[in-house]
């Protein structure tokens, strides 16, 4: 017979299908060997095994009635009876192969967010957060983002890089590390077993080509866009022409010998543009420059000589500075910077910025950069619907060089 427990407990002795369909009134009906049948009303019957373990006394919900019927619910509490013959909590085991589930279905997406949540404390830098967001949501998450980490593979990191990796290396590699920290944040949490799908080392190096034999020797080096902040602050402190100019050269994402032979009559500062003529352009083709607050700061710094109408001046204030001073102010002043690039690879930077960080539309992009295309219409359609567009990219890139 089953036995009541306080007033709460209606006694039925051992329950049936029939006495269970036929309980309709609020209480805990009892079926022997610590199961019961809590009721709150008709249409919520549920199942719960009390036992007691390590002097305490528990209560371990099997399911509820009918989806769990009497039949199951006296099984399972037998095998929880077992357990604690054992000396073994079935409670806590229950949750633990819960929490175990939950994990291995947790997904990239989910993963990756609660690694930059669990870290972004220890970045300097606030920015950090949102590039690894936007590195992770354009390249990796597209592929991967919605699939469980134990299911991804070696395999499925090679789909992500393999068309970016020699074009893109520098962002590849990106994606690469952030990838390879968050599977490893995964193993270290149970989440996942190894080994790590995005490792490099005996793993990716046998998949992806070496790209330091692809990539043409007349590549130019480039700044990790990450590390210009700093150096902007830098060049401002140092406040010579070459330096000032050097800053204009990265705010507008301009080329050398456009920014060397810039003159005051390109200039409308009261609509902070720049027209460079066409026969100062590589494609020589006319080119406009939204000014940024950077740029449009430098050249309100600059002072007008009457002996030439050039900007950036050399030292007797005769001509421009020439072609290799902003080289020399990198290699004199800012030697570590110097061995990753050189005043050309800012444009590449640039890119990589607004690639990884930002759904730009890549053909304004392009321009931004003065890239040309070859259709004369779609051409002309690009350079006048366009301009709006540029102007917020570099916008944008001023915010994230100066703050």
């Known amino acids: 017979m089953g036995t009541g427990l306080g ?11 029939k006495k269970i369909d036929s309980v309709n009134n609020k209480g805990v009906y009892i079926d022997g060997d610590g199961l019961r049948l809590r009721v709150d009303n008709k249409s919520n019957k549920n199942w719960v095994f009390r036992y007691h373990i390590f002097g305490q006394s528990k209560d371990m919900g099997l399911g509820k009635y009918p989806v769990v019927s009497l039949k199951d619910a006296r099984r399972k509490m037998v095998e929880a009876k077992k357990l604690v013959y054992d000396g073994k909590d079935p409670l806590k085991i229950k949750r633990s192969t819960q929490l175990e589930k939950k994990k291995k279905k947790i997904t990239f997406q989910q993963i990756s967010d609660e690694f930059i949540k669990t870290f972004q404390v220890e970045w300097s830098n606030k920015k950090h957060a949102q590039q690894w967001t ?30 970016i990796w020699v074009t893109k290396h520098e962002t590849a590699s990106r994606v690469r590390q952030r990838m390879e920290r968050i599977f490893s944040y995964c193993i270290a949490s149970k989440y996942m077993k190894g080994p790590n799908p995005a490792a490099y080392k005996d793993n990716l190096q046998h998949l992806l080509p070496n790209v330091s034999k692809t990539v043409s020797v007349n590549h130019m080096r480039s700044l990790d866009y990450q590390e210009l902040p700093d150096l902007i602050n830098k060049l401002f402190v140092l406040n010579s022409t070459p330096s000032l100019a050097l800053i204009f050269l990265i705010a507008t994402a301009s080329r050398t010998s456009e920014v060397i032979g810039a003159q ?63 080289r020399l102010i990198l290699k004199n002043y800012f ?54 567009k540029r102007q917020h990219i570099m916008d944008e890139w001023n915010k994230y060089l100066t703050t």
């Open 7 to 17: 007033n709460e407990n209606k006694i039925m002795g051992y329950l049936t299908n």
């Open 134 to 163: 936007n590195t992770l949501n354009r390249y990796a998450c597209p592929t991967v983002g919605k699939m469980p980490v134990e299911d991804i593979t070696s395999l499925h990191i090679l789909k992500i890089l393999k068309s």
């Open 335 to 388: 030697p570590d910077f110097y061995k990753k690039t050189v005043p050309h690879g800012f444009r590449s930077s640039f890119r990589n910025w607004a690639e990884e960080n930002h759904n730009f539309s890549r053909r304004a992009v392009e321009l931004c950069l003065a890239h040309t295309n070859k259709n004369k219409v779609e051409k002309a359609y690009l350079r006048s619907n366009l301009f709006i």
């Open 264 to 326: 005051w009559n390109e200039f409308d500062l009261d609509n902070k543009l720049w027209t460079i003529p066409a026969s100062r352009m590589k494609m020589r083709q006319e080119h406009l420059v939204p000014l940024n607050e950077t740029a449009f700061k430098i050249i309100n710094t600059m002072s007008k000589h009457n002996s030439t109408d050039f900007i950036f001046l050399n030292i007797d204030k005769s001509s421009h500075i020439d072609n290799d001073k902003m």
